[in-house]
């Protein structure tokens, strides 16, 4: 079974950083690529970083390019999400999910698990 776990969520003041963690299980992780999304309320959901796990291949949103930062630890099964001078208009839930083979896609539909999301919440 799929699961993907998403953590480290919380309330920070703008500027502040945080770092959110994906914690990934059944599924072959290096054939993988995990992107993170998130969604704040009223819009839609929108991607953020992404990161090929063949290759560590990353790419991000222009409005967190400079700020945030994707990581992998394959042998953890894991992916970070490293979020510095965070900003009001970063408050959304956050979302990690899996797509296989598929690069560094920023396309919602090519990840076929989704896990629970972690809600970030800046003050400013």
């Known amino acids: 079974e799929v699961q993907l776990q998403a953590s480290g969520g919380g309330l920070v003041q703008a500027g502040g950083s945080l770092r959110l963690s994906c914690q990934a299980s059944g599924f072959a992780f290096d054939d993988y690529a995990i992107g993170w999304f998130r969604q704040a309320p009223g819009k839609e959901r929108e991607g953020v970083s992404y990161?090929?796990?063949?290759?560590?291949?990353?790419d991000y949103a222009d409005s967190v390019k400079g700020r945030f930062t994707i990581s992998s630890d394959n042998a953890k099964n894991t992916v970070y999400l490293q979020m510095n001078s965070l900003k009001p208009e970063d408050t959304a839930v956050y979302f990690c999910?899996?797509?296989?083979?598929?690069?560094?896609?920023?396309?919602?539909?090519?990840?076929?698990?989704w896990g629970q999301g972690t809600q970030v919440t800046v003050s400013s």
């Open positions: 999910a899996a797509g296989s083979r598929i690069g560094v896609s920023d396309r919602r539909n090519e990840y076929a698990y």
């Open positions: 990161i090929s796990l063949s290759d560590g291949d990353t």
